[in-house]
């Protein structure tokens, strides 16, 4: 299975990607938002995406309205990382698009 990793830092892309590839799934990178969105609207697209709040290009929220609008099937699961600092109303609205919102400090 493959996972898309979008986060600004190399070592921690790496590190994620070591993780997942010990446990057999094949890591895909996108530099920034609008690369994501093009390799998770690919009709073979990874179908899980590890995300990071703020992206060179766009924020998270709007990545995740894009994918959202363009596919339904199969669905796309997606993990934010979310900085403590990010005000809470904006992460509330991912919650009323019809998405689940779990959220976990880790």
């Not at 299975?1 to 590839?21: C, E, F, H, P």
């Not at 590890?50 to 609008?69: G, K, S």
């Amino acid at each position: 299975m493959r996972v898309l990793i979008a986060k600004r830092g190399t070592q921690s892309q790496m590190q994620l990607a070591d993780s997942l590839t010990k446990r057999g799934f094949e890591a895909v990178f996108a530099a920034d938002g609008h690369q994501a969105g093009t390799i998770l609207e690919q009709p073979d697209g990874p179908r899980l995406a590890f995300l990071e709040w703020f992206l060179p290009d766009m924020t998270c929220l709007e990545l995740c309205r894009r994918v959202r609008a363009k596919s339904s099937e199969p669905y796309i699961y997606i993990l934010l990382s979310i900085p403590k600092d990010v005000p809470r109303q904006p992460v509330r609205r991912l919650r009323c698009r019809g998405g689940r919102l779990h959220s976990r400090t880790v």
